[in-house]
């Protein structure tokens, strides 16, 4: 049995043994009385106590029983089995939100070869049994569009539930749960949500949440939770961190088509520290490397031979041996030829030099052009070319700042550096701090070696940024909470910062490659950091070669076809390489589904919901048997004030005479006597 | 003397406390003797004895029947009453906070009932007990009534009440016909208090007893828990008089009807008292009955 509010016990256990404490404190509060027929109340004591004693108890049993069915009714207790199923009243309707992501996949326990979601629609099955009366709608996480159900109980058949490689959004989920319950203006509804409680797909910092629960307080729904967490076991899974062609040194201007294949994976191991075989796939031709794993995560950068890139771009996987969990043990890549990425570069300052040959450092290569622009030229920037802007001026004129905010949206990256002086404005958003001199120089010593420009490079090595030195400094600001700091000072003021902006990104750093501002101006900072958010923004010039199942959706209109033919592929939501018209994409699933962070549903349920009616079951779907609990009340409060009024609990005796008093032993007849 | 109201006495002085049996006492009086003796009132024939009187022939029964018979009479004596009064701790025992004492209506019964038997010529004696008794012998001068009443009124209702030995002593020690009044609340065991009876019976004393009860002590209608602290030993006992009022209500009947049966059996004088209720009215009963029932012959 549980509650919805389990955590009162306590209070319902002294609930119960009111009565109890104060028949003791009754029985405490006591008057003396000096009594002289004792010889009878001692006689009475032993008789009575007996009978008395036990009608006594069967009071104080029935209403301690009478409160405690009472405050069980109020604390609306389910149940499940026969008990569930004979009391439980079926709302209107139920919404079964289905959390169907990569991590579902994962065993719901040691013993049993079913995944999470096939026991999640094992359970759901079986509750819908006992809502006959209610009417079912799905919402998976992919989709997210209400699907009416004729029969729950068949659930598990539908496509809507089966396996996918993508994240799910519980929030967006729910949200679509309650938009379907307010337009349909349901009178009683439960929304059942089966998850793994994985933290990334429950997103439980998200202001969403305060949204989320004032909905549910607000309508008459119970949210009933099918937690399905389970400790991690040992698993082995694999992610793919990137997948870029470089090509070898070409003719001028043209672009060779062999190269080299960098790839980037991230292998996470939860179990004992060992060597795997790794199993390579790279256009049809199959390899085998043994990777040694002796801590949980392992990130790994391969380097392939390109010798001939395939027509279309090449394709591949990298395949782990096979655990509990198969799903998490393939990933995929495709690549093709880079396009020409261009740099525009707008500042009137000598260090514009520095920029482009950071942007465009062998200017034999056709495929790294860049250029310099004055800020008033700023409107002649490539648009449509453009991968990278280096902003080193004041704030962009309207129709300058407006091409900027469409580049950046469509995918572009802009990078804005200061130009000293004041504080003031800078471009889309950016807000320069007053420069900063000091003979000390700044120094940064926090940076993400994950992602990002400043991560490590392919063979695990850190960008020297400790040995950058800043002389000068104006610190900027992104004006948003959502803004990432890639790198801070010593003091923890940003070095370099960065904000999502639509599709792309905006950049700015603290400090000039100018030698009167610093040392950035030696390259070794700056001309990885250059070089990555070009390709950054290449995303725009081309369409990816490598995406997330789920994230990347294809067009209506076109036909996308698996690669592999061994099992059924969706490229809605499964993994897989595609191809569509002489177009190739490797999807897998996100990076968070292989993190095992999982929210503690006890904790979590009263925090994000707590206006809600929730309950979090593990097992069975259970039934609200309040109204059970309230008959019992009433029947408990029959039989108390029966008993109370009742004289005795056994066959009643004769009623004792009162005595008369003056009654003679010999005569009691009254005679008239003349005296 | 306070337990002494005279105009109770006043208005009762016109009736006499009668007994139902013939007494043996030493002067005149107004009550029935077992002996013959030369009152007006005809008893019986008998056949002449040599030795008999000649004078108390009847010679018109032998005119009629040629033989000799001696006519006989009844003889009036005094009477010898003892007032056994009970004061023990129990006795203290009262219902109502302004009211009197169950000992104070004892005192007020038995000073009255001294009162006029001294006063129709009848001795009277008083014995107090409590766990050991206190005897003043029968007498029948105003002096000696003057000691009774200060025996009563010095008398102090404590400890523990020994009512059936105090009766065993008595009988064995006053074995000349009397009339034996006992006041007392009769708190003991039913079975031995008739024992004690039934050896006052044997020497033929007239027994009447006033069973003195407080309507409480019947009704038990405590409502909450009660520590209940026995007057005479001070043994206490903690109870819900609820749970245990419907049995203390059987045990107060049962034993009030054995000792009804049992005085019925024995022949006792058995006057149940509520201490409420009028004590002119009760001791007036009392005495009506009692005449009623010596006119009967003591049936």
């Not at chain 1, 933290?199 to 004032?214: H, K, L, T």
């Not at chain 2, 129990?90 to 019964?109: E, K």
């Amino acid at each position: 049995m549980t509650f919805d509010k389990s955590d009162i016990s306590g209070w319902v256990l002294l609930a119960a043994l009111m009565p109890i404490i104060i028949h003791m404190l009754n029985r405490l509060r006591y008057k003396t009385v000096h009594w002289a027929a004792m010889i009878f109340l001692l006689k009475a004591n032993k008789a009575a106590t007996r009978r008395a004693k036990l009608k006594q108890y069967l009071l104080l049993l029935f209403r301690s029983l009478l409160i405690l069915f009472l405050v069980w009714a109020m604390l609306r207790p389910q149940v499940g089995g026969w008990l569930g199923r004979a009391a439980g009243g079926a709302p209107e309707v139920v919404v079964i939100v289905l959390d169907r992501s990569a991590s579902m996949e994962a065993r719901a326990n040691p013993d049993n070869p079913d995944s999470k979601r096939q026991r999640a629609l094992q359970l759901i099955a079986e509750a819908a049994k006992n809502s006959k009366g209610s009417r079912f709608v799905l919402i998976e996480n992919v989709l997210r569009d209400p699907l009416e159900m004729a029969d729950a109980s068949a659930i598990a058949s539908l496509q809507m539930t089966e396996p996918t490689d993508t994240a799910a959004d519980i929030p967006a989920m729910l949200r679509r749960a309650l938009d379907y319950l307010g337009k349909n203006k349901v009178a009683s509804a439960e929304v059942w949500l089966a998850s793994d409680m994985q933290r990334s797909n429950w997103r439980d910092e998200s202001a969403e949440w305060r949204d989320i629960n004032s909905r549910f307080g607000g309508q008459d729904a119970r949210f009933v939770l099918i937690d399905l967490s389970s400790p991690q076991g040992n698993n082995l899974s694999i992610g793919l961190k990137s997948a870029e062609f470089r090509p070898a040194k070409a003719a001028p201007n043209a672009v060779a088509d062999k190269g080299t294949l960098a790839l980037s994976i991230e292998v996470h191991n939860s179990g004992a520290p060992g060597v795997f075989p790794l199993r390579i796939t790279r256009d049809g031709a199959a390899s085998q490397i043994d990777l040694t794993l002796n801590s949980p995560t392992r990130r790994e950068a391969m380097k392939f031979d390109v010798s001939k890139m395939p027509e279309g771009g090449g394709w591949g996987k990298i395949e782990l041996p096979a655990d509990d969990v198969l799903a998490d043990n393939t990933m995929y890549f495709s690549y093709r030829l880079p396009v020409p990425l261009h740099a525009a570069i707008v500042s009137d300052k000598a260090v514009a030099k520095l920029f482009a040959a950071a942007a465009a450092p062998d200017k034999t290569r056709a495929d790294r052009t860049a250029e310099v622009l004055p800020p008033a030229r700023a409107a002649d920037i490539k648009w449509k070319e453009a991968a990278l802007i280096v902003w080193q001026a004041g704030v962009p004129s309207e129709p300058v700042a407006k091409k900027l905010q469409e580049f950046v949206e469509g995918g572009g990256v802009l990078l804005a550096f200061p130009t000293g002086g004041d504080a003031g404005n800078g471009p889309l958003g950016i807000t320069w701090g007053t420069a900063e001199n000091q003979k000390d120089p700044f120094r940064v010593t926090i940076w993400d070696e994950l992602d990002g420009p400043l991560a490590h490079t392919d063979n695990g090595a850190s960008l020297p940024l400790a040995r950058l030195e800043a002389v000068r400094r104006q610190v900027p600001s992104m004006g948003s909470d959502s803004a990432h700091v890639y790198a801070t000072f010593a003091d923890g003021r940003p070095f370099l910062t960065g904000l999502h902006v639509g599709a792309g990104y905006v950049l700015a750093c603290a400090t000039s490659p100018e030698p009167e501002w610093s040392t950035l101006g030696d390259g070794f900072v700056l001309l990885p950091m250059v070089q990555r958010l070009l390709v950054m923004g290449g995303t725009r010039l081309a369409p990816p070669a490598n995406a997330v199942a789920g994230e990347w959706k294809p067009s209506d209109q076109e036909t996308w076809i698996s690669l592999e033919t061994d099992r059924r592929h969706d490229p809605r939501w499964h993994a897989g390489v595609y191809k569509y018209n002489g177009r190739l994409i490797a999807l897998n699933r996100p990076e968070a589904e292989d993190v095992p962070d999982t929210l503690n549903t006890g904790e979590m349920l009263p925090k994000l919901l707590p206006n809600a009616k929730t309950k979090a079951s593990r097992g069975e779907q259970e039934s609200e048997i309040w109204p059970i609990m309230v008959v019992a009340t009433m029947i408990f409060m029959c039989l108390e004030m029966m008993l109370a009024m009742s004289k005795s609990l056994l066959p009643a005796k004769p009623k004792p005479r009162v005595p008369v008093p003056g009654a003679g032993a010999t005569e009691n007849k009254k005679t008239e006597v003349g005296v | 003397m306070d337990f002494l109201d005279h105009g109770i006495v006043g208005r009762l002085s016109r009736l006499q406390l009668a007994v139902r049996t013939p007494m043996l006492g030493s002067v005149t009086g107004l009550h029935r003797s077992a002996t013959r003796g030369a009152s007006v009132e005809f008893a019986e024939y008998r056949k002449y004895a040599p030795g008999d009187d000649i004078k108390f022939l009847d010679w018109r029964v032998f005119a009629r029947t040629d033989k000799y018979f001696i006519r006989e009479f009844e003889a009036d004596t005094n009477l010898r009453c003892y007032l056994v009064v009970d004061t023990s701790g129990s006795m203290r025992y009262t219902s109502s906070p302004d009211g009197g004492t169950r000992f104070d209506y004892a005192r007020r019964l038995a000073g009255t009932l001294a009162h006029l038997l001294v006063h129709q010529g009848d001795a009277v004696g008083l014995t107090l007990f409590s766990e050991k008794a206190t005897d003043l012998p029968a007498r029948h001068t105003a002096s000696h009534l003057r000691q009774l009443y200060q025996l009563l009124a010095n008398a102090k209702p404590q400890g523990e009440s020994n009512i059936v030995q105090t009766l065993h002593d008595f009988a064995e020690r006053i074995r000349s016909r009397a009339l034996v009044i006992v006041v007392s609340d009769l708190f003991c065991e039913v079975p031995e208090l008739l024992d004690a009876i039934k050896h006052l019976r044997f020497y033929k004393h007239d027994v009447a007893i006033f069973h003195l009860l407080d309507r409480q002590e019947f009704d038990f209608d405590f409502t909450r828990p009660v520590r209940f602290v026995d007057m005479e030993s001070g043994a206490d006992l903690i109870t819900d008089p609820t749970v245990v009022r419907e049995a203390y209500r059987e045990a107060v009947n049962e034993y009030l009807t054995t000792l009804r049966h049992g005085c019925t059996q024995f022949r006792i004088d058995y006057r149940f008292t509520y201490l409420d209720q009028s004590f002119e009215g009760a001791l007036t009963e009392f005495l009506i009955q009692r005449i009623r029932q010596a006119r009967k012959g003591g049936r």
